[in-house]
């Protein structure tokens, strides 16, 4: 039995090490794709956790695999292909240290899953299904992706959803808003940014925005995450401003995704893996809290899936 499930991209990031302007950058390769990130978080704080997705039979397909293995990640789920090259990422640092993208996907391997390779065993086994929208932004995937969530669904799992919005990754904003709405439809718990919510509901006043989603789509719990200030909740009427830690921090990369396996390591403990509904305001905030903690410790190591803190690390950060 696995605690969460995720199913999404998996691709390469490559990281300029030093500045970009300085003629000849050496680019690092680390593992890349927020679903496996929330999976690794997960994992380092001792959850036994499955990948469900796509790569290129090549050597970055295999090279995916071994940072899913080695960041403790079940991989029975990863499906190769030898038609569709993996997705490459090219990470752009300004001189603020804010990061952009250039994909090499036109759709890479993990857009190509099919609702046939998704292995239905990994959803029955697990106690919680998580995906992102990036796996939407292309039809195949897509109709793999909400196949899966149905699935879990059906079974009785817990679902959350990260609407991740990469907007140069869509042909249109419409057809992200489209699919992210049709996703939030099978969202139990969600972990959004404050842009998401404003991208979602139009509404600039956040908390009425963030009341506006979760009535419209019947979400238990959500969550936006406010950078180092830390996090506002909403369950049923129950909302609440959680401060983040303060740490030194060198790389926000990946610390959505260690908030929302906090979040989610936090509903497990509490027994909550098939319904959060009946939360109570002091298990909330612990549970923000404890998020709060593990996103802040994903930024004072550099890189993602393998700089996640450990149950150790995130407890010593909260008794201070
Ligand atoms: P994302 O990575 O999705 O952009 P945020 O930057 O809001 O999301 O970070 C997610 C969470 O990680 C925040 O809610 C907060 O708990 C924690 N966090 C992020 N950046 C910092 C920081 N500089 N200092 C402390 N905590 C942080």
Redesign the pocket.
């Known amino acids: 039995m696995y605690d969460v499930a995720a199913l999404g991209e998996l691709l390469i990031d490559f990281t300029p090490e030093g500045k970009m302007e300085s003629g000849n950058p050496r680019f690092v390769q680390n593992a890349g794709g927020a679903p496996a990130n929330v999976l690794a978080a997960l994992s380092a704080l001792g959850r036994k956790t499955a990948f469900i997705g796509k790569v290129g039979d090549d050597s970055f397909g295999h090279f995916l695999r071994n940072s899913l293995e080695a960041a403790g990640i079940h991989s029975s789920g990863l499906v190769f292909t030898a038609e569709t090259p993996t997705t490459l990422a090219f990470v752009h640092l300004d001189s603020g240290g804010d990061r952009s993208f250039s994909f090499y996907r036109n759709p890479g391997a993990d857009a190509t899953l099919m609702k046939a390779e998704v292995a239905d065993e990994l959803l029955e086994n697990s106690r919680i299904f998580h995906f992102g929208s990036l796996s939407l932004t292309h039809e195949a995937a897509a109709e793999a992706t909400l196949y899966a969530a149905g699935r879990a669904k059906q079974a009785g799992k817990l679902i959350s959803f990260d609407p991740n919005l990469r907007e140069r990754l869509w042909d249109s904003l419409t057809h992200a808003g489209d699919m992210i709405r049709k996703a939030l439809g099978f969202a139990d718990v969600v972990k959004l ?1 404050e842009e998401e919510l404003l991208f979602l509901t139009d509404k600039p006043d956040m908390e009425a925005a963030l009341e506006d989603l979760c009535s419209t789509f019947s979400i238990s719990l959500a969550f936006v ?4 200030k ?2 506002y909740y909403r369950c049923g009427e129950l909302t609440g401003l959680v401060p ?4 030194q ?1 060198v790389d ?1 990369t ?6 929302l396996g906090g979040v989610l390591h936090q509903l497990l403990l509490l027994g909550l893996g098939s319904g959060v509904a009946g939360l109570q305001q002091h298990q909330l905030d612990q549970i923000a809290a404890f ?2 903690a593990v ?2 410790l ?2 004072v190591r550099k890189g993602a899936m393998a700089s996640m803190p450990s149950l150790e690390e995130v407890e010593q950060l909260i008794q201070g």
């Open positions: 940014s995450t406010l950078g180092a830390g996090c983040g830690y303060q740490v921090a926000t990946g610390a959505g995704d260690a908030f998020a709060n996103g802040a994903a930024t």
